[in-house]
Antibody, heavy 116, light 107 residues
Framework: QVQLVQSGAEVKKPGASVKVSCKTS????????INWVRQATGQGLEWMGW????????DYAQKFQGRVTMTRNTSISTAYMELSSLRSEDTAVYYC?????????WGQGSLVTVSP | DIQMTQSPSTLSASVGDRVTITCRAS??????VAWYQQKPGTAPELLIY???NLQSGVPSRFSGSGSGTEFTLTISSLQPDDSATYYC?????????FGQGTKVEVK
């Protein structure tokens, strides 16, 4: 069955970087786009960007341009999202989402806490 | 960017009631709309895709309709397990946007 399993919770200091992984299984990794969405506590859903795992092409939301990098390792069917220059407002749960014809499967989420 | 305006922000209804949530897009997005249910501490779960297609395994009391700029999620007979927050999402372009969410309370 389709699974997207994300890395565990992280605590980072302001100014640091965090890299979240999304290990996939149950489907051919390179045939589905991977998107990243985040959700601050008690808040709504915010799209961060998109990656084509086959080509490595990416597109990022303007808000995160210059701070986010999405990559992949096709040999282990894993996508990564790295966010740099962290600030307290980046404290959130980060989700990877598979998109075929429509967004369908979500990872379980990775909590990133930014705190001095 | 395409904006998705979702209403109401909260609603309270009784078991068995028919419930409707609406999303309006700032420009035409054909039928590229999904609806999700999210319970506290869990990832959103896909209910409806392409505006009106029921995701496999989702109870048939959930339905979606609309195209262009107006979209609706309907729960035909509200159940206690439907207490959750519901989000619409557009995926007309590479850039996704979400509605603000509707918190549904079951009395």
């Amino acid at each position: 069955q389709v699974q997207l399993v994300q890395s565990g919770a992280e605590v980072k200091k302001p100014g640091a970087s965090v890299k979240v992984s999304c290990k996939t299984s149950g489907f051919t990794f390179i045939t589905y786009d991977i998107n990243w969405v985040r959700q601050a506590t008690g808040q709504g859903l915010e799209w961060m960007g998109w990656m084509n795992p086959d080509s490595g092409n990416t597109d990022y939301a303007q808000k995160f341009q210059g701070r986010v990098t999405m990559t992949r390792n096709t040999s282990i069917s894993t996508a990564y999202m790295e966010l740099s220059s962290l600030r307290s407002e980046d404290t959130a749960v980060y989700y990877c989402v598979r998109r075929g014809n429509s967004p369908d499967y979500w990872g379980q989420g990775s909590l990133v806490t930014v705190s001095p | 960017d395409i904006q998705m305006t979702q209403s109401p922000s909260t609603l309270s209804a009784s078991v068995g009631d028919r419930v409707t949530i609406t999303c309006r897009a700032s420009q035409s997005i054909s039928s590229w709309v999904a609806w999700y249910q999210q319970k506290p501490g869990t990832a959103p779960e896909l209910l409806i895709y392409d505006a009106s297609n029921l995701q496999s395994g989702v109870p048939s009391r959930f339905s979606g309709s609309g195209s262009g700029t107006e979209f609706t999620l309907t729960i035909s007979s509200l159940q206690p397990d439907d207490s959750a927050t519901y989000y619409c999402q557009q995926y007309n372009s590479i850039t996704w946007t979400f509605g603000q969410g509707t918190k549904v309370e079951v009395k």
